[in-house]
């Protein structure tokens, strides 16, 4: 009775080591710019003065509630979404200036904006 278990429970594992694949729609040859955000830096105004840091230009990031049962704009995506404006336009570090709500937002419930200064330094 034992070794036929043994035999029943091996045929049913084999059974499910079948060959299956996995799809996805990320591109692997375009990877690195799915998370282009994680390649830049938040640093303070301070921590940048020293640097020799070449400007890019403002950034601008935003995190909007579209509909009434999503949840409400929050500063983290906000800043995220500047890190990836950032990153669009070669920087790996940002300075966050503001975050704000924007009143009455044209396409959202509720909208909060960021802006930054984006730069780029050698590490």
């Known amino acids: 009775m034992r ?9 049913s ?3 499910c ?14 990877f690195e710019n799915y998370l282009p955000a ?13 640097l020799q840091a070449e400007y890019l230009g403002i950034v601008e990031g935003v995190s909007c509630q579209e ?5 409400p704009p929050q500063q983290v995506d906000a800043r995220n979404n500047l ?3 950032a990153a669009s336009i070669g920087a790996n570090v940002v300075t966050v200036q503001q ?7 044209a396409a959202c ?11 780029k330094i050698e590490k």
């Open 83 to 85: 890190r990836e404006q």
């Open 38 to 50: 994680t390649s830049v830096e938040i640093y303070s105004d301070q921590q940048i003065d020293p």
């Open 99 to 105: 975050c704000y709500p924007i009143e009455e937002p």
């Open 3 to 11: 070794v036929f278990l043994i035999m029943a429970l091996s045929s």
């Open 109 to 119: 419930i509720a909208m909060l904006s960021c802006f930054g200064k984006a730069y």
């Open 13 to 15: 594992l084999l059974a």
């Open 17 to 30: 080591s079948g060959n299956y694949s996995f799809n996805t729609n990320v591109d692997k040859e375009n």
């Open 67 to 71: 509909k009434a049962n999503q949840a």
